[in-house]
C-alpha cells in the first residue's frame, strides 16, 4: 500500500468508529434532557430512574466519543497537510468554530450535569443537560458544513492556488448542509430510539422469564415484583423499562421518516452536485429511469472507465427518476455518460505536479468503487427501513405492558441494535467514498479545472512516509479495538445491572431512605469518579 | 486589515496559554495518580479535584489546534504533518487518559484499576511532554523546506529543543498541580502538597524558563526581555509566597509565570511562527502563512463574542465546585452487579 492507501484507511477506520459514539452521543442527550424534564416537572421516580440509567449509559459511551474526536481535528494537519493548506481557509473555520461554541459548552456543561446532582439548584441542574446535549446537535451542524463544503463547494474563489472564502452566509447556508444536517441528526435519533428499545426489551423479557411480570389467562399483564436486590425490580422498575421501550420505539419510527424525507431531498441535490456518486450508487452504466434492486455482474471495476459487464437483474422503472428529479420520465446519465463529460471539464490525467506524488500523470478514474457505493446505498436504506419496521412492531406487541416471552426474538432485539449504526456507518462511507477521486468535489455550476476542487491523490502529507502511517494507522486501529471491546463489557455490565447500576441508593434502601442527602452538604461526595 | 493576522497570533498564543494553565493541573494531576504510591482513597480525591472540570480545560487544546487551522493554515498543516510520530503518541495518550478516567471508577478490581492509572499516569505523561516538545519546535524550529513540508525522515524534528519544551511542560504540569492540589483539598493532601511545593518549584519551573530563555536570547525585543523577567519575578514571589503559606498567592503567582514565560516565547517568535532551520527564507510567518483577511475578520468576530462567553461559563463551574475535598467525601466504591438472572 502507498501512503494515500494507507491514510485514507486510517481517515476511514478512525472516522467511522468516532461516528459510532457520535450519533448516539447526539440521540441520547437531547432523549435524557427530556427525561429529566419529565421528572423534574412530576416527581415521579420512574423519570429519574430513567434519566439515571441511560444518563449513565450516555456518559460511558460520550467519553469515547471525546477520545476518539480528537484525532479528527489533528489529523487533517498530521496525515492531510497538502488538503489542509488547500482548504484551511473555508474549512477550518466551521471546525473552529465548533470547538470554540459547542464543544465547550457540551464538556463544561457536562461536568456540571455529572457532578452537579444535589449541588446545583434543580433547575440549574436541568439546565446543565439541555445546554450540553443542544450544543452536541450545535456541534453536528458545524462538522457537516464542513463536510458538506467538501461535497459541494460553495462561497468559496479560487486565489493563488488556495480556496479562500468570500461568502460565509452562502458556506454556512450550503444547501448540501442544510440536507444532511437533518439526514444526520435524525439518522442519530434513530440509533438512540434503537438503543432504548433494544435494551428495555432485554430488561422487560428478562422479568417476565423470571416470573415477576406474568400474563394471565385473559392476555392481561399482572406486573410484580422482585425485592431480593433492594428496589431494582419493583413495579417502578416495570414502568421504566416499558417507557423506555415506547419512547425508544417511537423516536426510532418517526426518525425514520425524517431520514427518509430528509434523505430523498439530499439524493435529488446529489444528482445535480455529484452526479457521477449518484450513478455509482445505482452501478447505472447508461442512463434510465429504473432504480435497480438488484445488479449483479462486473459491478467493481475499481480504475476502470468502463462498465459494460454489468448487468441489471432487476430495475423498478421510473423509480431512479423519481428520487433524482421528483418525476418518473426524465432519464438520469449513468456513468458512460458521465465519464467523458468529467474528463472534458476536468482532465482525464491528473497533472504532472510532484504535489501528485507517483499519480503525477496518471490517468484520473472518476468512477468510485462501485461495490462500496452500490452496497453501502443499499446497506443503509435496507438496515435503516429494517430497524423502523421492527420498532413500529415493537410497538404493537408491546401494547398490553410486556413483551412476548420468546428467546429468540429478545436475542434478534439486542442484535436490532446494532442495525441503525450499520446504516449510518453505511451512509458515511457510500457518501465519503462516492465522492472519490475528489476530497473537494467540484462544484458542477461553477466549470471547469479553474474552479475549487481538489483531488484526494494530491491531498495527502508530501513528506510523511509510509512508515509514519502505517505506524499510526496499526497504533490507532489496535487501541480502538481495546477500547471498543471495553466500552461494550462495560455497557453490558451496567445494562445488566438495571437501574440500580446508575442509582446505589436503589440497592440499600434502608440505609438512605427518609435521607435527603441533600441536607448533609459537605459530607460525602453525591458522585464521586 | 494588516493587523488581523497579528491579532490571531495573540489569539493563538491566549489559547496555549490557557490550555497549559487549566490542563497543566488536569495533566500533574494525572501523573500523581498514575505514577505516584498514593492509596486508593486519596487518589480518588485527587482524581476528584478535576473531575468536573477536566474534560472543558482539555477543549482548550482542541480550539488552540481549531483555531490554528482556521486562522494559519500553513502553520497547522506544517506544524502537524512534521511531527507525525509525536503528534500519533500524544493522541494515543490523550485517548487513553480521557477514558482511564472516566472508566477507573468502574474497574471492579484492583488490576483493572491498576491498568487503568497506569493509562491515566503514562497518558498524562505523554501528552504533557508531546504538547511541550511541539510547542518548543514551532519556536525553535523545524527541517522545512519551501513548501513548508519536513525533511529529513520521520525523527528529523529531534533536537534537545524538543526534549527541553517536553520536560518543561511535564514539571510545570507537575508542580502546577501541586499548587492547585493545595486549594483544591484540605488535610494530609494538602499539607504534603504544601511542603512538595516548596521543595520542588524551583526545579520544576526551571526548564520552562530556560525555553523562554532560549527563544528570548535569539530576539533583541524590548517587551519579551520585560516579559521574562516578570515570569522570573513571579516565580520568586511564588516560591517565597508558598514558603510563608499563602497558597492563594503562590498558586496566583506560579500562572503569572507561566503567562509570563510563555509570552515572552511567543512575543520574541513574533512573526515567525514556525522557523525552518533549513533556511530562513523557508520561515513561516503570521503573514505568510495566516488566512484571508476575509476568513480572519469572520473569525474574530466569533472568537469576540465566543472567547468571554467560554471563560464566563468555565469560572463559573469552578465556583460551583469551588470547594476543598478530603478522603472523607469520597463515597464507598459501587459494585455493580447484575440484577437479572
Known amino acids: ?529 | 486589515m494588516e493587523w488581523l493576522p497579528t491579532l490571531w497570533f495573540i489569539l493563538i498564543a491566549v489559547l496555549w496559554t490557557g490550555y497549559l494553565f487549566l490542563e497543566g493541573f488536569d495533566l500533574g494531576i494525572g501523573m500523581q495518580i498514575g505514577l505516584g504510591r498514593a492509596g486508593e482513597k486519596r487518589k480518588r480525591v485527587l482524581l476528584n479535584t478535576i473531575g468536573p472540570v477536566w474534560d472543558g480545560n482539555e477543549v482548550w487544546l482542541l480550539t488552540a489546534g481549531g483555531a490554528t487551522f482556521a486562522a494559519f493554515p500553513y502553520w497547522y498543516a506544517s506544524l502537524f504533518s512534521a511531527l507525525y510520530i509525536p503528534l500519533t503518541l500524544v493522541l494515543v495518550a490523550l485517548i487513553f487518559r480521557a477514558v482511564a478516567i472516566e472508566y477507573r471508577g468502574k474497574a471492579q478490581n484492583a488490576t483493572t484499576r491498576g491498568l487503568w492509572d497506569l493509562a491515566l499516569g503514562w497518558g498524562s505523561l505523554i501528552a504533557a511532554f508531546g504538547v511541550g516538545t511541539m510547542l518548543a519546535l514551532t519556536t525553535l524550529g523545524l527541517p522545512l523546506n519551501e513548501n513548508g513540508d519536513r525533511v529529513g525522515g520521520p525523527f528529523a524534528w529531534f533536537t534537545w529543543h524538543a526534549v527541553l519544551g517536553g520536560v518543561a511542560v511535564v514539571a510545570f504540569s507537575w508542580i502546577h498541580s501541586v499548587a492547585f492540589l493545595r486549594l483544591k483539598t484540605e488535610g494530609p493532601i494538602r499539607e504534603r502538597a504544601g511542603q512538595q511545593f516548596v521543595r520542588w518549584m524551583p526545579w520544576c519551573v526551571l526548564p520552562l524558563m530556560l525555553w523562554s530563555a532560549v527563544v528570548v536570547l535569539a530576539d533583541t525585543s524590548l517587551a519579551a526581555w520585560t516579559l521574562l523577567a516578570l515570569a522570573l519575578v513571579a516565580a520568586f514571589f511564588a516560591w517565597f509566597s508558598a514558603r510563608a503559606g499563602h497558597e492563594g498567592r503562590s498558586f496566583i503567582a506560579l500562572g503569572i509565570m507561566l503567562v509570563g514565560a510563555v509570552a515572552a516565547i511567543f512575543v520574541a517568535a513574533f512573526p515567525v511562527v514556525i522557523p525552518s532551520t533549513i533556511n530562513s527564507a523557508f520561515d513561516l510567518t503570521v503573514y505568510n502563512a495566516s488566512s484571508s483577511p476575509y476568513t480572519l475578520k469572520l473569525m474574530s468576530i466569533v472568537a469576540a463574542f465566543g472567547v468571554p462567553l467560554v471563560l464566563a461559563y468555565q469560572s463559573w463551574s469552578y465556583w460551583v465546585f469551588r470547594k476543598r475535598i478530603s478522603e472523607k467525601h469520597i463515597p464507598e466504591d459501587h459494585l455493580v452487579t447484575s440484577v437479572v438472572k
Open chain 1, 1 to 529: 500500500m502507498d501512503v494515500l492507501e494507507i491514510a485514507r484507511w486510517q481517515f476511514g477506520i478512525t472516522t467511522v468508529y468516532h461516528f459510532l459514539m457520535v450519533p448516539l452521543t447526539i440521540g441520547l442527550g437531547l432523549t435524557v434532557a427530556v427525561m429529566q424534564t419529565v421528572w423534574h416537572r412530576t416527581g415521579n421516580e420512574q423519570w429519574l430512574r430513567m434519566t439515571k440509567f441511560w444518563g449513565k449509559l450516555f456518559l460511558i459511551n460520550f467519553i469515547m466519543g471525546v477520545a476518539t474526536g480528537i484525532v479528527q481535528e489533528f489529523q487533517f494537519g498530521m496525515a492531510w497537510s497538502e488538503y489542509s493548506r488547500y482548504v484551511g481557509d473555508v474549512f477550518g473555520a466551521p471546525l473552529a468554530m465548533e470547538a470554540l461554541l459547542a464543544f465547550f459548552v457540551e464538556s463544561t456543561f457536562l461536568g456540571l450535569w455529572i457532578f452537579g446532582w444535589k449541588k446545583l439548584p434543580r433547575r440549574i441542574h436541568l439546565a446543565t443537560i439541555w445546554c450540553a446535549s443542544l450544543a452536541a446537535i450545535l456541534s453536528a451542524y458545524f462538522i457537516l458544513v464542513a463536510n458538506s463544503w467538501m461535497q459541494h463547494p460553495v462561497g468559496t474563489e479560487l486565489i493563488n492556488g488556495r480556496a479562500v472564502m468570500t461568502d460565509a452566509w452562502a458556506v454556512f447556508t450550503n444547501n448540501t448542509a442544510l440536507v444532511t444536517f437533518p439526514h444526520t441528526i435524525f439518522g442519530a435519533f434513530a440509533v438512540a430510539g434503537g438503543f432504548l428499545l433494544g435494551i428495555s426489551w432485554f430488561h422487560l423479557y428478562r422479568r417476565r422469564k423470571e416470573g415477576i411480570d406474568t400474563v394471565d389467562a385473559n392476555g392481561r399483564v399482572v406486573v410484580g415484583e422482585d425485592l431480593s436486590k433492594g428496589r431494582v425490580r419493583d413495579r417502578t422498575d416495570h414502568k421504566v423499562w416499558l417507557t423506555s421501550l415506547r419512547i425508544g420505539a417511537l423516536i426510532a419510527t418517526i426518525s425514520f421518516f425524517g431520514v427518509a424525507l430528509s434523505g430523498h431531498e439530499q439524493a435529488k441535490l446529489m444528482f445535480e452536485q455529484q452526479p457521477m456518486k449518484m450513478a455509482a450508487a445505482e452501478a447505472a452504466c447508461h442512463d434510465g429511469t429504473g432504480f435497480s434492486v438488484l445488479t449483479l455482474g462486473n459491478v467493481g471495476t475499481q480504475g476502470a472507465t468502463t462498465c459494460d459487464d454489468v448487468v441489471a437483474v432487476f430495475e423498478l422503472p421510473g423509480l431512479l427518476s423519481f428520487l433524482a428529479n421528483g418525476d418518473f420520465e426524465t432519464p438520469v446519465k449513468g456513468v458512460n455518460t458521465l465519464i467523458p463529460e468529467y474528463q472534458e471539464k476536468y482532465g482525464s490525467h491528473y497533472p504532472d505536479d510532484p504535489a501528485f506524488g507517483q499519480y503525477a500523470g496518471e490517468e484520473i478514474s472518476y468512477l468510485p468503487v462501485m461495490e462500496v457505493t452500490y452496497w453501502g446505498f443499499r446497506l443503509m436504506i435496507t438496515l435503516g427501513g429494517l430497524s423502523a419496521v421492527a420498532a413500529a412492531l415493537a410497538l404493537w406487541v408491546t401494547r398490553k405492558g410486556t413483551v412476548p416471552q420468546s428467546k429468540w426474538l429478545s436475542r434478534l432485539v439486542l442484535l436490532g441494535i446494532a442495525a441503525p449504526f450499520g446504516a449510518n456507518s453505511a451512509g458515511w462511507i457510500f457518501t465519503e467514498m462516492g465522492r472519490q477521486p475528489f476530497t473537494v468535489a467540484p462544484n458542477p455550476q461553477m466549470g471547469g479545472v479553474d474552479q475549487v476542487f481538489m483531488y484526494t491523490a494530491a491531498s495527502v502529507s508530501p513528506t510523511v512516509s509510509a512508515g509514519e502511517m502505517l505506524f499510526s494507522l496499526i497504533t490507532l486501529t489496535l487501541v480502538y479495538g481495546v477500547l471498543l471491546v471495553v466500552e461494550l463489557v462495560l455497557l453490558t455490565r451496567y445494562i445488566r445491572g438495571g437501574t440500580g447500576s446508575a442509582m446505589p441508593e436503589l440497592l440499600e434502601p434502608e440505609q438512605t431512605s427518609g435521607k435527603d442527602p441533600s441536607d448533609d452538604d459537605g459530607d460525602v461526595l453525591a458522585f464521586a469518579y
